[in-house]
């Protein structure tokens, strides 16, 4: 065989990995670049993660040691897809609430819990996160529930709304009552606003607008839109 049929067949047999059992938690991730925004292919009906771009999402997030299940494409009606999504497994960290999500959004999500999350509650608390608690990701939805508009990036699989936080001595550090509570809290939690602006592509929170009080709003739509 030629030494360039050789790597190709090499790489693609690497990439085909992803797709096996899943790996314990190690480390990786990384901020968010314009190569991880995804472009929502119109591929429902069609096998996932088919595209160059979503194999090297989940080849990268295999590498990251992230245990996740692929997810088949679906048409939920009504202009809402999860196309290339992932069901994550384990990120380090017990999550709630989640559901499908796109690979990009997944990747810097694990990335965020595991390298801004974990080592701001022993910095601020002293102590471990032992919950990260969610709103959710998938939502066949217009943008703030409404009637109108658009749809949510949530309609994709594209977003992720964190509620709150759990320590290892009891205390919930959640964005209602935590935003403006005790300093700790405060510089906790807008330390972590802070880390996801770099890592997604658009971050909402308390100081956005009523709608986002209680949560942070993560998604892969935007270009560094921080708020």
């Known amino acids: 065989m030629k030494p360039r049929i050789l790597i190709a067949a090499s790489a693609a047999f690497a990439l085909s990995a992803c797709f096996g059992a899943p790996e314990a938690m190690k480390n990786g991730g990384g901020k968010r670049t314009s190569a991880s925004k995804p472009s929502r292919p119109q591929a429902v009906g069609t096998p996932s993660f088919t595209s160059a771009e979503a194999q090297q999402c989940a080849f990268d997030l295999k590498q990251a040691g992230v245990r996740f299940t692929p997810l088949s494409n679906q048409d939920h009606g009504g202009g809402c897809t999860s196309i290339d999504s992932v069901k994550l497994l384990d990120v380090g960290v017990p999550v709630s609430g989640i559901g499908a999500m796109t690979c990009p959004l997944a990747k810097n999500f694990a990335a965020w819990a595991q390298y801004a999350v ?110």
Not at 149 to 166: E, P, T
Not at 190 to 212: E, Q
Request: charged share 25%.
């Open 118 to 227: 974990k080592p701001a509650a022993r910095k601020y608390f002293g102590t471990e996160v032992v919950k990260i608690e969610t709103y959710g990701t998938y939502s066949c939805r217009n943008i703030y529930g409404g009637r109108s508009g658009r749809l949510s990036q949530h309609a994709y699989s594209n977003a992720i709304d964190v509620s709150g936080f759990v320590l290892a001595d009891g205390r919930r550090i959640m964005l209602d009552g935590g935003w403006d509570g005790d300093k700790p809290s405060q510089d906790f939690l807008r330390a972590l606003h802070k880390s996801g602006c770099r890592r997604f592509g658009t971050v909402l929170g308390p100081d956005y607008n009523a709608a986002h009080y209680n949560h942070f709003h993560f998604d892969m739509s935007g270009n560094g839109y921080c708020r």
